[in-house]
């Protein structure tokens, strides 16, 4: 059980658009729509943003968008703002009820 | 609303046992609809999952670190443990106890700092 595979740093200015991906394997991500994306903001615990790909808990903007393609997971941000800026984590479920993180990608907003 | 709380030591020397408990309040740890567990993170690095249990007692631990983990659950203390052996340098992080809803974390606990360190 590989951790998942995200950029570890992207970036982008308020008003612009960004996309985070997660890779895994047939064995994860490829297998299942049960993907979840968590924002994390420096000293917090970690907060769900999507999950089951692309489905938003209440009270998370719209601006953030799951989607999936193969063994590939992606988090969309749009019209970013500077409360955006944050580290994100993937998350997959892995089989034989284990999950699977990312190793984490750093937002920052210019 | 609910709310997860870590205890434990701060500190634990190399080669002993790192004990945390987790109590739920604000729901209960007996329902059949979620599954209670543990989320590591070292410091300046990312989320590792440790591990799930589910109320009846049914366990579920990340593959790489199985042979040293031991969660178990209290349903009368409404809380949930867990146990790691035979320590090193490199499990010292920040431990999480959370909620999870199918396969995704829908509460967590604020967190607690773990060092391992004589």
């Not at chain 2, 434990?8 to 209670?36: H, N």
């Not at chain 2, 543990?38 to 690095?45: C, E, H, L, V």
């Not at chain 2, 590792?48 to 366990?59: D, F, P």
Request: net charge positive.
């Amino acid at each position: 059980q590989s951790a998942l595979t995200q950029p570890a740093s992207v970036s982008g200015s308020p008003g612009q658009s960004i996309t985070i991906s997660c890779t895994g394997t047939s064995s994860d991500v490829g297998s299942y729509n049960l993907v979840s994306w968590y924002q994390q903001h420096p000293g917090k615990a970690p907060k769900l943003m999507t999950y089951e790909v692309s489905k938003r808990p209440s009270g998370v903007s719209n601006r953030f968008s799951g989607s999936k393609s193969g063994n590939t997971a992606s988090l969309t941000i749009s019209g970013l703002q500077a409360e955006d800026e944050a580290d994100y984590y993937c998350c997959s479920y892995a089989g034989s009820s284990t999950l699977v993180f990312g190793g984490g990608t750093k937002l920052t907003v210019l | 609303q609910l709310q997860l709380q870590e205890s434990g030591p701060g500190l634990v020397k190399p080669s002993e046992t790192l004990s945390l408990t987790c109590t739920v309040s604000g729901g209960s740890i007996s329902s059949r609809s979620y599954y209670w567990g543990w989320i590591r993170q070292p410091p300046g690095k990312g989320l590792e999952w440790i591990g799930s249990i589910y109320y009846s007692g049914s366990t579920y631990y990340n593959p790489s670190l199985k042979s040293r983990v031991t969660i178990s659950v209290d349903t009368s203390k409404n809380h949930f443990s867990l146990k790691l052996s035979s320590v090193t340098a490199a499990d010292t992080a920040v431990y999480y106890c959370a909620r999870r809803s199918g396969s995704h974390i829908d509460y967590w606990g604020q967190g607690t700092l773990v060092t391992v360190s004589s």
